[in-house]
């Protein structure tokens, strides 16, 4: 399973960036994607979870601001970053729970990430 992500760039503080992470290979089903962010000096940490019921979950720091989604038809998963402040300057990971085809369990997988500037 490869996971592609982009969208990052660097952007002024109170703008909007839009990630995107295509999954690909063979996949039987997905039942979790995320993003995730490391920021220099600082651990990776939850930024938006979304599983295949369609729940969606965020990390406090985030919660109003950004919107998790997915096309499930296309195995993408879709980060709407708005207001962005400088402390949301990181590393944009994206992560499944993927069914493979002839695997009874789901396996987990990061992508290469994108980095995502906000100046002030």
């Known amino acids: 399973v490869q996971l592609q992500a982009s969208g990052g760039g660097l952007v002024q503080a109170g703008g909007s960036l839009r990630l995107s992470c295509a999954a690909s290979g063979s996949i039987v089903s997905i039942s979790a994607m995320g993003w995730y962010r490391q920021a220099p000096g600082k651990q990776r940490e939850l930024v938006a979870r979304?599983?295949?019921?369609?729940?969606?979950g965020y990390g406090d720091t985030v919660e109003g601001r950004f919107t998790i989604s997915r096309d499930s038809a296309k195995n993408v998963v879709y980060l709407q970053m708005t207001s962005l402040k400088p402390e949301d300057t990181a590393i944009y990971y994206c992560?499944?729970?993927?069914?493979?085809?002839?695997?009874?369990?789901?396996?987990?997988?990061w992508g290469q990430g994108t980095l995502v500037t906000v100046s002030s």
């Open positions: 979304i599983v295949s019921s369609g729940y969606t």
């Open positions: 992560n499944i729970d993927v069914r493979q085809v002839g695997s009874r369990l789901d396996h987990n997988y």
